[in-house]
Nanobody
């Protein structure tokens, strides 16, 4: 199971930290990802972190977003800074239980999502 939290409404330039609590699998051996969806657009892979703590990012969020994991707490994070209106979306954590990051959107396991709205 995956459960996201931390979404909200922020002005452009603001910051948010998303969390994803995981259970039901061996957290530390699995790569985890953040994927976002907006109405009228297909899902978009945002960031991923491997079992070995190697992170990868969508080009448009690199330098603004930071993905991290706390294996002791079975929790994934996404620190988002300098948020832009284009970042408005429902953010999901997702995995296919592999150890490496694969920038795609057809994962097997998904959380319920958390809404992030960036607007003045």
């Amino acid at each position: 199971q995956l459960g996201e939290s931390g979404g909200g409404f922020v002005p452009p330039g603001g910051s948010l930290r998303l969390s994803c609590a995981a259970s039901g699998f061996t957290f530390e051996v699995v790569a985890l990802n953040w994927v976002r969806r907006t109405p009228g657009k297909g899902p978009e892979w945002v960031a991923g972190i491997s079992a070995g703590d190697i992170s990868e990012y969508l080009h448009s969020v690199k330098g603004r977003f930071t993905i991290s994991r706390d294996n002791a707490k079975n929790t994934l994070y996404l620190e988002m800074r300098s948020l832009q209106t284009d970042d408005t979306a429902v953010y999901y954590c997702a995995t296919d239980l592999r150890a490496w990051v694969s920038p795609r959107t057809d994962f097997t396991y998904w959380g319920q999502g958390t809404q992030v709205t960036v607007s003045s």
